[in-house]
């Protein structure tokens, strides 16, 4: 946050000097749009800046996690809980002809119920192995850059295709409830928190009774930062070289859809 608003600060004192003419005339700064020093002595800028309001919905679709974990959608088992997500954030954007530098800074809403995850990929098939998962005030605050590349097909309307990296801080937690294993048991593999409350009954029963297993970001488990992947294809529509609504999906780590509302100057 405070680096978007130190970046525009610094290139807002710098007024913008009209972009080559050989792009579209939305993209031309005119000169009263950036005022006009008549002594010639002020250096102008060659690129545009956009400060704007982002929001998207982001998903992971079914067919994509039945290979990994159990969709359990018979009715005999707990579903497995969906995962989907929202994001609300700010972004400051750099832009010259076809080049655009896209920095952002956004609060991600994971909005994942509490649910039982029986993991596919373990070999076996014992549907009561799996684990509850519950998040408690979970929540990610990511920080990116992408580049877009922008083709311009009318003088209020272009296309962008781009990429680019962030790094998502995880807040809260996720508590996990463990499927209850015999002490005993040689195999056995779960250091649960609270035998005495159901040593061997599935987790998907445990959570009723028993306290949670593990803490799966206080733990360690799951590290503290994430890493996000950004491929984006959208769409800009530029409103009188003042401002531009951009929509767009493709990949924020998960599949998404949304847009983005935008100031020029």
């Given at each position: 946050?405070?680096?978007?608003?130190?970046?525009t600060?610094?290139?807002?004192?710098?007024?913008?000097?009209?972009?080559?003419?050989?792009?579209?005339?939305?993209?031309?700064?005119?000169?009263?749009?950036?005022?006009?020093?008549a002594?010639?002595?002020?250096k102008?800028?060659?690129?545009?800046?956009?400060?704007?309001?982002?929001?998207?919905?982001?998903?992971?679709?079914?067919?994509?996690?039945?290979?990994?974990?159990?969709?359990?959608?018979?009715?005999?088992?707990?579903?497995?809980?969906?995962?989907?997500?929202?994001?609300?954030?700010?972004?400051?954007?750099?832009?010259?002809?076809?080049?655009?530098?896209?920095?952002?800074?956004?609060?991600?809403?994971?909005?994942?119920?509490?649910?039982?995850?029986?993991?596919?990929?373990?070999g076996?098939?014992?549907p009561?192995?799996?684990?509850?998962?519950?998040?408690?005030?979970?929540?990610?605050?990511?920080?990116?850059?992408?580049?877009?590349?922008?083709?311009?097909?009318?003088?209020?309307?272009?296309?962008?295709?781009?990429?680019?990296?962030?790094?998502?801080?995880?807040?809260?937690?996720?508590?996990?409830?463990?499927?209850?294993?015999?002490?005993?048991?040689?195999?056995a593999?779960?250091?649960?928190?609270?035998?005495?409350?159901?040593?061997?009954?599935?987790?998907?029963?445990?959570?009723?009774?028993?306290?949670?297993?593990?803490?799966?970001?206080?733990?360690?488990?799951?590290?503290?930062?994430?890493?996000?992947?950004?491929?984006?294809?959208?769409?800009?529509?530029?409103?009188?070289?003042?401002?531009?609504?951009?929509?767009?999906?493709?990949?924020?780590?998960?599949?998404?859809?949304?847009?983005?509302?935008?100031?020029?100057?």
């Open positions: 946050m405070l680096f978007l608003l130190a970046a600060t610094t290139f807002a004192a710098t007024p913008a000097e009209p972009l080559p003419s050989a792009l579209s005339p939305a993209l031309r700064l005119a000169d009263e749009a950036v005022g006009t020093d002594s010639g002595g002020t102008r800028r060659s690129f545009l800046m956009e400060v704007g309001f982002r929001g998207r919905y982001m998903t992971v679709p079914g067919d994509i996690l039945d290979p990994f974990v159990s969709a359990h959608d018979d009715d005999e088992y707990p579903a497995r809980p969906e995962i989907n997500a929202y994001t609300l954030g700010l972004e400051f954007v750099i832009k010259e002809k076809s080049a655009n530098g896209i920095f952002y800074v956004e609060y991600l809403n994971p909005m994942i119920e509490a649910g039982y995850w029986d993991d596919a990929d373990r076996s098939p014992d009561d192995d799996g684990s509850w998962v519950e998040p408690v005030n979970f929540a990610v605050i990511t920080l990116g850059a992408d580049y877009a590349y922008e083709l311009h097909a009318t003088n209020w309307l272009s296309f962008l295709f781009g990429a680019g990296l962030g790094a998502g801080i995880v807040l809260g937690d996720l508590y996990e409830w463990q499927p209850g294993e015999d002490p005993s048991d040689p195999e593999n779960n250091n649960n928190y609270d035998q005495s409350c159901g040593v061997l009954a599935p987790a998907y029963e445990r959570v009723e009774t028993c306290h949670h297993d593990a803490e799966l970001v206080a733990d360690g488990d799951m590290p503290p930062v994430i890493p996000m992947v950004d491929i984006n294809v959208g769409v800009r529509f530029n409103i009188s070289n003042r401002a531009s609504i951009r929509l767009e999906g493709g990949l924020h780590s998960m599949f998404y859809g949304g847009g983005a509302v935008s100031v020029v100057f």
